[in-house]
Nanobody, 113 residues
Framework: QVQLVESGGGSVQDGGSLRLSCVASGRTDRRYAMGWFRQSPGKEREFVAAIGWSGASTRIGDVAKGRFSVSRDNAKETVYLQMNSLKAEDTAVYYC??????WGQGTQVTVSS
């Protein structure tokens, strides 16, 4: 089993920044990619960003291009999502996905205009 714990969410004003963290524990016995997704009320969960094991390979979703970046620290088993130039439409619960398809519980991000 894998446990994923997100943190770093909160309330910011339009144009602000936040950095989310996701710490993995448990069955992390192999190299694994990590991903960030988000879900707003009434909408389906959508892809935000992903990063390979080494950190050299990243993919940013259309909703985040040019504003968000993803990184990781394998020594800490942590992946980060740096979010800049936040907009009201970025308001959502942000989830990380880890090895074997496990999900975290999510962290709320609220952007006010």
């Amino acid at each position: 089993q894998v446990q994923l714990v997100e943190s770093g969410g909160g309330s910011v004003q339009d144009g602000g920044s936040l950095r989310l963290s996701c710490v993995a524990s448990g069955r992390t016995d192999r190299r694994y990619a990590m991903g960030w997704f988000r879900q707003s009320p009434g909408k389906e969960r959508e892809f935000v960003a992903a990063i390979g094991w080494s950190g050299a390979s990243t993919r940013i979703g259309d909703v985040a291009k040019g504003r968000f970046s993803v990184s990781r620290d394998n020594a800490k088993e942590t992946v980060y999502l740096q979010m800049n130039s936040l907009k009201a439409e970025d308001t959502a619960v942000y989830y990380c996905q880890g090895p074997y398809g496990y999900w975290g519980q999510g962290t709320q991000v609220t952007v006010s205009s």
